[in-house]
């Protein structure tokens, strides 16, 4: 009796390339989540910093321990010579205080944050340890530069195999200036309504003239470095050929390598802070130029 022939559900190549194909999207999906979870951070870590930031020098105040006096003298009346003599064989002091400062601020960061992103589905399954695996270590509310800056620092791991798989240590970074109150004016509010203390221009302590902008070519001046032998071949914005600089140079003396111009003048310079093209500009109020006149350039720039 001859048996019927029945086709195989399930081929050798198949069964072979479907689990790397289940793999391999099971891995795009994971490293879709990676990238939420670090956007997640990243989010809601500047959100936070940038809250931090806007309280400036409240909380720059606040957190300035180390330049607080009466707490150096009352940390130093309380450890005995003892205290002191361990604590001075294992760090420096500036060592001790930048890791309490560091630890400080990690911590509240670290506290800050955790309520957005406690309970996030990335940070939970691609986390080792999930939020509670992140360390702050080596953030700082104030540095320096005046700065907040957070390091977030953890390791990526696959829900899967923890045991066989490695995991990937990843530092990131958030960098925020600190608000310090201070606000730039805005260069397109000119009419004297616009400011309670009126319209601000420009002028130099020697100039017979005044400017409204503050790009104006009269006073900010771009110096270029020309080699001197190829002086004679270069034109000003006139067409016209540059001379010595009566300030620079003295009868009969030598030509340097490298000599100094502008383009809108007519003069070569010997050094890039001769007083020729060197300029000092002054910001004052409209009605303190006294005689000066409106410079005709920033005319023509208010007229484009």
């Known amino acids: 009796m001859l048996k019927k022939r029945e086709k195989g559900l399930l081929t050798l190549e198949a069964s072979l390339a479907l689990p790397i194909f289940a793999f391999a999207v099971y891995a795009l999906v994971f490293f879709f989540q990676v990238i939420a979870a670090q956007d997640c951070l990243h989010y809601y870590a500047t959100k936070v910093a940038s809250n931090i930031s806007s309280y400036g020098m409240i909380t720059n105040y606040v957190m300035n321990f180390s330049e607080d006096e009466d707490s150096s003298a009352e940390i130093k009346e309380n450890l005995n010579e003892d205290d002191e003599t361990i604590f001075s064989g294992l760090f420096d002091t500036s060592d001790i205080t930048n890791i309490l400062t560091s630890a400080a601020s990690g911590i509240m960061l670290k506290e800050s944050i955790k309520p957005y992103v406690k309970d996030h589905h990335a940070i939970t399954n691609c986390i080792q340890g999930g939020y509670a695996g992140i360390s702050f ?21 696959l829900p899967i195999w923890k045991d066989i798989l490695p995991v990937f240590p990843v530092v990131q970074r958030i960098r925020i200036r600190m608000f310090n109150g201070h606000a730039v004016p805005s260069s397109l509010k000119t009419d004297e309504g616009d400011n309670e203390d009126g319209e601000y221009v420009y002028i130099t302590p020697n100039g017979t003239v005044y400017h409204t902008n503050a790009n104006c070519s009269h006073i900010k001046i771009n110096v270029q470095a020309v080699d001197s032998t190829r002086i004679s071949f270069i034109y000003n914005s006139n067409h016209s050929t540059y001379r010595a600089c009566e300030l620079c140079f003295q009868k009969n003396s030598t030509l340097p390598s490298t000599v ?45």
Do not use: N, P
């Open 137 to 157: 270590l080596g953030s700082s509310l104030f540095d320096e530069e005046e700065c907040i800056q957070v390091v977030m620092q953890y390791k990526i791991q």
């Open 260 to 304: 100094y111009i502008t383009e809108y003048g007519d003069c070569y310079h010997s050094s890039r802070t001769c007083s020729g093209i060197k300029r000092t500009v002054i910001k004052v109020l409209l009605t303190e130029v006294g005689a000066r006149g409106e410079c005709s350039r920033c005319k023509t720039y208010k007229k484009e």
